[in-house]
C-alpha cells in the first residue's frame, strides 16, 4: 500500500522542483523512488549525489550489483531486488549467481567472503571483528574495496527502506 505520494516536478518544493526538472531534461523522466524522495529536498539530494558518489567504486558491476542484491534480500524491498536483478543480468550475471548472491554468497570464495562481509555490514555491523576484516585482505580485497562495500550497502540501505516506507511496490517481479 502507498504511503508517500510521487511528486511531480511542479508540486516540488523548490530545490526538489530544480532537481526533478533537471533530471527530466537529461533523461526524460523520473523514477518513481526519486519522484517520492522529492517531498524532502535534503534526501533527494543526499539520495543523488550519494549514488554518483558511489558509481566510481572499485567493486565491478557485476560484483556490486551481486552484494545490492544480498543486501536486498535481507532488506526485505521487492521493487530494489527486482531493479538490481535487472543490472544484474545486464551485467553478466547468471539467473545461478543472482539466486546465490540473494542468499549471500558466490561460487568463487573470494566473492563469497565480500558478500558474506556485506550483508555482515548490514545486519551486525558492531559484531564485524578484526578476523573479519583480516579475512577479507587474504582474499586478496585492499581497503578500499572494502570501504566501497560499506557505501554499497549504505546506498542499498537507505533506498530499500525508503521504498518500504513509502510503499513503492515493484511494477514487475521477477524472480
Same mark, same amino acid.
Given at each position: 500500500?502507498?504511503?508517500?505520494?510521487?511528486?511531480?516536478?511542479?508540486?516540488?518544493?523548490?530545490?526538489?522542483?530544480?532537481?526533478?526538472?533537471?533530471?527530466?531534461?537529461?533523461?526524460?523522466?523520473?523514477?518513481?523512488?526519486?519522484?517520492?524522495?522529492?517531498?524532502?529536498?535534503?534526501?533527494?539530494?543526499?539520495?543523488?549525489?550519494?549514488?554518483?558518489?558511489?558509481?566510481?567504486?572499485?567493486?565491478?558491476?557485476?560484483?556490486?550489483?551481486?552484494?545490492?542484491?544480498?543486501?536486498?534480500?535481507?532488506?526485505?524491498?521487492?521493487?530494489?531486488?527486482? +531493479?538490481?536483478?535487472?543490472? @544484474?543480468?545486464?551485467? =553478466?550475471? /547468471? #539467473?545461478? &549467481?543472482?539466486?546465490?548472491? %540473494?542468499?549471500?554468497?558466490?561460487?568463487?570464495?573470494?566473492?563469497?567472503?565480500?558478500?558474506?562481509? +556485506?550483508?555482515?555490514?548490514? @545486519?551486525?555491523?558492531? =559484531?564485524? /571483528? #578484526?578476523? &573479519?576484516?583480516?579475512?577479507? %585482505?587474504?582474499?586478496?580485497?585492499?581497503?578500499?574495496?572494502?570501504?566501497?562495500?560499506?557505501?554499497?550497502?549504505?546506498?542499498?540501505?537507505?533506498?530499500?527502506?525508503?521504498?518500504?516506507?513509502?510503499?513503492?511496490?515493484?511494477?514487475?517481479?521477477?524472480?
Amino acid at each position: 500500500m502507498r504511503r508517500i505520494s510521487a511528486l511531480v516536478p511542479a508540486d516540488a518544493p523548490d530545490k526538489s522542483r530544480e532537481l526533478l526538472t533537471e533530471i527530466v531534461r537529461r533523461h526524460g523522466s523520473v523514477g518513481d523512488m526519486v519522484s517520492t524522495m522529492a517531498h524532502s529536498p535534503a534526501l533527494v539530494q543526499g539520495y543523488l549525489d550519494f549514488s554518483r558518489a558511489l558509481k566510481r567504486v572499485k567493486l565491478p558491476r557485476a560484483l556490486s550489483e551481486k552484494i545490492s542484491l544480498a543486501a536486498q534480500e535481507w532488506i526485505g524491498c521487492g521493487t530494489c531486488l527486482a +531493479a538490481h536483478t535487472e543490472a @544484474a543480468r545486464a551485467n =553478466g550475471v /547468471s #539467473d545461478s &549467481d543472482i539466486v546465490l548472491a %540473494r542468499q549471500g554468497t558466490a561460487v568463487d570464495a573470494r566473492e563469497a567472503a565480500l558478500i558474506a562481509f +556485506a550483508v555482515s555490514v548490514l @545486519a551486525d555491523p558492531s =559484531g564485524i /571483528s #578484526d578476523d &573479519d576484516v583480516a579475512g577479507l %585482505r587474504k582474499h586478496g580485497w585492499s581497503d578500499r574495496v572494502i570501504a566501497d562495500v560499506v557505501g554499497v550497502v549504505a546506498l542499498n540501505l537507505l533506498t530499500g527502506a525508503f521504498n518500504l516506507v513509502a510503499g513503492i511496490e515493484p511494477s514487475i517481479t521477477r524472480p
